[in-house]
């Protein structure tokens, strides 16, 4: 049974950083790309981040570019991700999810290829 379970949210003043952690079960990161989706009350859930599977090569939305970046630990079945200079912007619950269509990153997300999500975790920024 594939398991994402994603943790490290949390309140954060704006400006500040927190580090998301996905942890995955056992040959997801081999197989799948990985991204990280958020999603704030009254908006569309967006993709944030993505990492291949093939190579480890990455992807960014262009609201977080330079601010977030998105690793990996294979021999942790692990993603991670770091992110810096956060905004109230940046509020919402955060998912990781495998594309099972995909090894590597798309230029865009599509939900509908990602069939395997884990809870979420919320993070929150103050002004």
């Known amino acids: 049974q594939v398991q994402l379970v994603e943790s490290g949210g949390g309140l954060v003043q704006s400006g500040g950083s927190l580090r998301l952690s996905c942890a995955a079960s056992?040959?997801?990161?081999?197989?799948?790309?990985i991204s990280w989706f958020r999603h704030a009350p009254g908006n569309e859930r967006e993709g944030v981040s993505c990492i291949s599977a093939a190579d480890g090569s990455t992807v960014y939305a262009g609201s977080v570019k330079g601010r977030f970046t998105i690793a990996r630990d294979i021999a942790k079945d692990t993603v991670y991700l770091q992110m810096n200079s956060l905004k109230p912007g940046d509020t919402g619950v955060y998912y990781c999810?495998?594309?099972?269509?995909?090894?590597?990153?798309?230029?865009?997300?599509?939900?509908?290829?990602?069939?395997?999500w884990g809870q979420g975790t919320q993070v929150t920024v103050s002004s």
């Open positions: 056992r040959f997801i990161l081999d197989d799948y790309a």
């Open positions: 999810a495998a594309n099972t269509m995909r090894r590597m990153c798309p230029t865009t997300w599509t939900p509908h290829e990602y069939n395997y």
